[in-house]
Nanobody, 126 residues
């Protein structure tokens, strides 16, 4: 069973940057797509972006695509989310997730992802 553990959250000032990490353990992830989501208080979980663990297939949602970058460190089994120009609206709990890729998969939907981390809180002060 793949296990995911996020880290790197915290308090940051508006305009600042933060890099979140998601450490993966367990079976190889070559067949998986990794996603980053966030959930603000009282709101639905929001897809931010995804990437195939083996490389490629990166996709970012329009609302944040100019400010984020997702990458994988395959030697250390870590997924990263780099966020820049942070705004108070970015305040949320951030989650990484993993789903096995199959034909016709829609990797922007939460239902695709079967494995989730516990989340890490990001708070952006104005």
């Amino acid at each position: 069973q793949v296990q995911l553990v996020e880290s790197g959250g915290g308090l940051v000032q508006s305009g600042g940057s933060l890099r979140l990490s998601c450490a993966a353990s367990g079976p190889p992830l070559d067949a998986y797509v990794m996603g980053w989501f966030r959930q603000a208080s009282g709101k639905e979980r929001e897809f931010l972006g995804s990437i195939a663990w083996s490389g490629g297939l990166s996709y970012y949602t329009d609302s944040v695509k100019d400010r984020i970058a997702i990458s994988t460190d395959n030697t250390r089994n870590i997924l990263h989310l780099q966020m820049n120009s942070l705004k108070p609206d970015d305040t949320a709990t951030y989650y990484c997730a993993a789903g096995r890729l199959f034909g016709g998969a829609v990797t922007t939907q939460t239902s695709f992802y079967r494995l989730w981390g516990q989340g890490t809180q990001v708070t952006v002060s104005s």
